[in-house]
């Protein structure tokens, strides 16, 4: 089962342009990490917050956490081609402490 | 600094056939996992290693096995492939299981005819 859930499935923007992707998630949690996914690589780390944490900046990202509607968005800013990916959220399990990974964004920055 | 390395890259298997998947990570975690990737899916966790000498089951552990050979790596068994278990294979590791970064490798695509 699928704690997380991206949303939209796809987006597709320009070079410059902002990207806002959405996590929804079902139960409570204590951290939620955002990953990013290039076409036939393995997954990296971008943030990780805390369930006690609102906001969190790293570069052009921004990832938000509101606890009250289980959901958090990551934003990034001032998009370059080079962030053509899949972005996934994962989220604690409700056993053990163990993420559990959505089916993704796929994210297309045009040139 | 390697990170985590998997091996084999590609993988093609006939039905019944049996292989082993190999990890190993230089970054002296403690926690070692497997993912599967599938279409639309997003990943499933199959098995994690909390600690060397530890293994525990993930969401979908059935017909795989799992061995936490010492700190460094954690291999992934198919005793016997089933078309089913196509898909494309990460191993991961991490500081401990509590909330900590996942390191990834770079996948292996297993293909079952």
């Known amino acids: 089962s699928q704690q997380g859930e991206e949303d939209p499935q796809a987006l597709s923007i320009q070079e410059g342009e902002n990207a806002t992707m959405n996590c929804s998630y079902k139960?409570?949690?204590?951290?939620l990490q955002w990953y990013r996914q290039n076409s036939g690589r393995g997954l990296v780390h971008l943030i990780l917050?805390?369930?006690?944490?609102r906001e969190k900046h790293s570069g052009r990202l921004r990832v938000t956490l509101d606890t009250s509607k289980k959901s958090s968005s990551l934003l990034i800013t001032a998009s370059r081609a080079a962030d053509t990916a899949s972005y996934f959220c994962?989220?604690?399990?409700?056993?053990?402490?163990?993420?559990?990974f959505g089916p993704g964004t796929r994210l297309s920055v045009l040139p | 600094n390697a990170g985590v390395t998997q091996t084999p890259k590609f993988q093609v298997l006939k039905t019944g056939q049996s292989m082993t998947l190999q990890c190993a990570q230089d970054?002296?975690?403690?926690?070692m996992y497997w993912y599967r990737q599938d279409p639309g899916m997003g990943l499933r966790l199959i098995y994690y290693?909390?600690?060397?000498?530890?293994?525990d089951k993930g969401e979908v552990p059935n017909g795989y096995n799992v061995s936490r050979l010492n700190k460094r790596e954690f291999s992934l068994r198919l005793e016997s492939a089933a078309p089913s278990q196509s898909s494309v294979y990460f191993c991961?590791?991490?500081?401990?299981?509590?909330?900590?970064?996942?390191?990834f490798g770079n996948g292996t695509r297993l293909t079952v005819t």
């Open positions: 991961a590791s991490s500081e401990s299981t509590g909330g900590t970064p996942l390191h």
């Open positions: 970054m002296n975690h403690n926690s």
């Open positions: 139960t409570s949690i204590n951290n």
């Open positions: 994962a989220t604690d399990a409700y056993y053990g402490q163990n993420f559990v």
């Open positions: 917050i805390r369930s006690n944490e």
């Open positions: 290693s909390a600690s060397e000498g530890t293994t």
